[in-house]
């Protein structure tokens, strides 16, 4: 019996680098950071985010759609129609108990949360919203993109704090390779950067930079100075097709999902292992499975928050697994912390570095922490031959995920 592979036939990104997926890898190779002052955190200790320019939410999906939800199903709602509309699928004639969606969600949405609990201390409950329950639960966004295009399969969102996207995309893998889905939706949306209990909580943990007096400079991953991560909005989507279903309707593939593992470090609550004990192991997971060498990655798209444990853990982890590892670039210097979901865009990223044979460059970085010691892309892009790239997502709870695409 003939094992089933899984194709990248869709692809949508919505980041603080531009929306759709041309302008956002052209705002990411200019490798100049987004960070600047958000009006929505006005008076906070950290006043300053990576926020999508242009943003319409009622233009993009309709009023109807926004009036009932929150900003991170109208992110995921609008990349998942890009991610179809690239996939050339017919969602109007599909099977739709074939087709999957799995949505990484970080936490539940924050947006209404401050107005709401002022409503309440004050007794006055009829002012709260009757949608305040379903536009707070995760799942929504899963289930806003089913509806929006009947996929009528397997339906959830998954939360592994900040790796949730990148574990979503893992998990539609398992889906086709088992034989329940032909077609999966999958990746990850979250809009921490328009909450100012998520920006005034993050502050008061100690993991935001607090470069007011730079904003730009703020996100500056792997650097000696780094101080911190900057807080950031967006959603990233694959369409995953079995890849006998692809080529039976002439699809255009991008890239193969080839491999991923998922691990925890069963280590602490917040900080990564000091040697990256998980990210190896969901980088050997992740080749095993995709039948391949660490010599074998051309690239890895890093999770490089531009925390001090965290990069150097996740430094350690690839020193470790590689030896000496390949070109590394840091996605979140340019557009911050998307949480939930960086780790889909980042393999959106992926992708496109694979199929443009590009690494965009790491913003900010002046001066390489001694203690990185890898090769990360800087200043400006670099054009290099690579067949595979790996993508690697570490989240809060030691969970860690590790994504390997393959050249079509």
């Excluded at 034989?179 to 999966?184: A, E, L, P, R, S």
């Excluded at 100012?196 to 007011?212: E, K, N």
């Excluded at 690239?299 to 001090?308: F, G, L, M």
């Amino acid at each position: 019996m003939t094992r089933r592979s899984v194709s990248v036939t869709g692809i949508g990104m919505t980041t603080p680098a531009g929306v759709g997926v041309s302008a956002g890898w052209f705002g990411l190779c200019q490798g100049l950071s987004t960070a600047a002052p958000d009006p929505r955190l006005t008076g906070m200790p950290v006043s300053f985010s990576c926020r999508i320019p242009g943003f319409d939410a009622t233009e993009a999906i309709g009023r109807r759609i926004v009036w009932r939800t929150d900003r991170f199903v109208h992110l995921a709602l609008v990349t998942a129609r890009e991610a179809l509309a690239d996939s050339g699928i017919d969602t109007g004639t599909w099977d739709g108990s074939r087709v999957g969606v799995v949505i990484g969600v970080g936490s539940s949405s924050q947006d209404t949360a401050t107005r709401e609990y002022e409503h309440l201390a004050r007794g006055a409950y009829r002012a709260l919203s009757p949608t305040d329950v379903p536009r707070s639960m995760p799942n929504m966004a899963p289930a806003e993109i089913a509806i929006d295009c009947r996929a009528t399969g397997p339906n959830f969102a998954v939360s592994t704090a900040c790796a949730s996207g990148a574990t979503a995309i893992g998990l539609a893998h398992d889906l086709i390779v088992s034989g329940t889905c032909d077609i999966v939706i999958a990746g990850g949306a979250e809009s921490a950067g328009s909450s100012r209990l998520a920006a005034g909580a993050f502050w008061r943990m100690g993991a935001l930079s607090t470069r007011s007096d730079d904003p730009a400079g703020a996100s500056r991953p792997f650097d000696a100075d780094r101080d911190g991560f900057v807080l950031g909005e967006g959603a990233g989507i694959l369409v995953l097709e079995e890849t006998r279903h692809a080529r039976a309707r002439r699809a255009t593939v991008h890239a193969q999902l080839a491999g991923y593992g998922t691990t925890c470090d069963a280590h602490h609550w917040t900080t990564p292992h000091p040697q990256g004990r998980g990210t190896v192991q969901a980088l050997g997971t992740a080749l095993a499975g995709a039948g391949l060498e660490p010599c074998d990655i051309g690239h890895v798209n890093a999770h490089a928050t531009s925390t001090p444990a965290n990069d150097i853990s996740e430094a350690e982890a690839l020193r470790t697994f590689f030896g000496t590892p390949p070109p590394v670039t840091a996605t979140k210097s340019v557009i911050g912390h998307a949480i939930a979901g960086a780790g889909a865009i980042e393999a959106v990223v992926s992708v496109l570095s694979l199929t443009r044979q590009t690494i965009h460059p790491t913003a900010n970085l002046d001066r390489l922490d001694p203690a990185v010691d890898l090769d990360v892309v800087t200043k400006v892009p670099r054009s290099h031959r690579m067949d595979a790239v790996a993508s690697t997502s570490i989240g809060f709870g030691g969970q860690n995920t590790a994504l390997v695409f393959t050249s079509a």
